[in-house]
């Protein structure tokens, strides 16, 4: 059966995955209220095109940290993807280069930054967790820069791991044949088993609870690379990120994986877009599923989005061939919703394109 969506490659993850690993990408916090949210919020979010404009040329290239991509379309950190497929990060990597686009590698992924870096030319960014050893960080950063990343994704909304009960249940472990390879020769690179999640009692045994403000000037100080602090959802954290350096703003709920009964993403955006006033670029994370969706984000103010889950499940259905489908159908999708809504360029597409159901309706001028 030819696949015509996105959403279509989880059925199939489903299926092919052993359950711990299917559940490990898929679930969310607690209730997975917010799982749920982050998709449904952007159907409470309805267009108004503009039509009888010429769209026989359009623009969906970009340009992000100042690097020339071709669409706002980019890949978020999924940590552990050999466990979705047995070339896991580097065929996710290749398909981020074949599309023109960016990938950010995990800190826990399956392969080291050298490893992704072998693959070939690309923009990528690392995702950053902050370890109780400084000095592990400092080596981490240091050994991305030397593979050529471009930027650094500072992870901010886990000081601890969120619940997640099917990781519980299951008892999750990064299964004994996979190693966190960017911590390989640290020895922190294995997961013990253990009578609950080995992730949660992983990162309580070594990510830095204390992690604060301070840490962000500190790795200003250690790196030149930009650094985009991934998961603030509040105007007044925006503020703070921006006064202590922040070169972009991830707004993001780790994939409703954290704190449940947050808002969806989209919900959270325009907050920090209007706190952020320009000074940096706002981008966005958590339930894109459709070109539509990208459009919105842009609408409310995003520079850019990045996608988790449907690279997960696209890796595991058909390896780099599926993550590759999934960025040219997202592509496909967002290009038409342009089209149809009369925007020929990314800087065509305004607030005037979009309604939200939180909006002032909308009085009529008079004739």
């Excluded at 991830?250 to 409703?256: D, F, K, L, R, T």
Aim: proline content about 4%; aromatic content about 8%; overall charge positive.
């Amino acid at each position: 059966m030819e696949i015509t969506n996105v959403m279509e490659y989880e059925e199939i993850a489903r299926q092919k995955l052993p359950k711990m690993v299917f559940d490990y990408y898929s679930s969310g916090a607690e209730d997975q209220w917010t799982l749920r949210e982050n998709r449904n919020a952007f159907s409470r979010i309805l267009f108004r095109p503009r039509i009888l404009i010429d769209v026989s040329k359009i623009d969906v290239s970009t340009t992000v940290l100042g690097f020339k991509i071709s669409m706002p379309i980019m890949i978020a950190p999924t940590a552990m993807q050999k466990m979705a497929h047995p070339e896991g990060e580097y065929a996710t990597a290749r398909a981020a280069s074949a599309a023109g686009t960016i990938m950010t590698l995990s800190s826990w992924a399956t392969s080291s930054v050298e490893e992704v870096a072998s693959t070939g030319p690309g923009i990528r960014f690392f995702q950053l967790y902050v370890y109780k050893d400084r000095n592990v960080v400092a080596q981490l950063v240091r050994r991305a820069e030397r593979a050529g990343f471009k930027a650094i994704a500072l992870t901010v909304d886990t000081p601890r791991l969120g619940r997640r009960e099917a990781d519980i249940k299951n008892r999750f472990t990064l299964p004994p044949y996979l190693t966190l390879k960017n911590f390989e020769g640290l020895d922190l690179g294995k997961m013990d088993k253990t009578n609950d999640s080995g992730l949660a009692s992983y990162v309580a045994g070594q990510v830095d609870r204390s992690l604060s403000w301070k840490d962000v000037k500190w790795l200003r100080t250690i790196t030149k690379l930009p650094i985009l602090v991934k998961g603030v959802l509040t105007a007044e954290d925006t503020r703070i990120a921006i006064e202590c350096g922040a070169a972009g703003i991830i707004v993001s709920n780790h994939g409703a994986r954290q704190l449940d009964y947050v808002p969806a993403t989209i919900m959270a955006l325009e907050e920090v877009v209007r706190a952020a006033q320009g000074r940096v670029p706002v981008f966005l994370d958590g339930g894109v599923r459709r070109g539509t969706d990208v459009f919105k984000a842009l609408a409310l103010g995003a520079s850019g989005i990045f996608i988790g889950r449907p690279v997960l499940f696209s890796l595991a259905a058909e390896g780099e061939a599926g993550v590759r489908k999934v960025l040219q159908m997202l592509r496909d999708e967002f290009e038409l919703t342009m089209a149809l809504s009369g925007c020929r360029s990314l800087k065509e597409i305004t607030r005037d394109h979009i309604v939200a159901d939180w909006d002032a309706p909308r009085i009529a001028p008079r004739l």
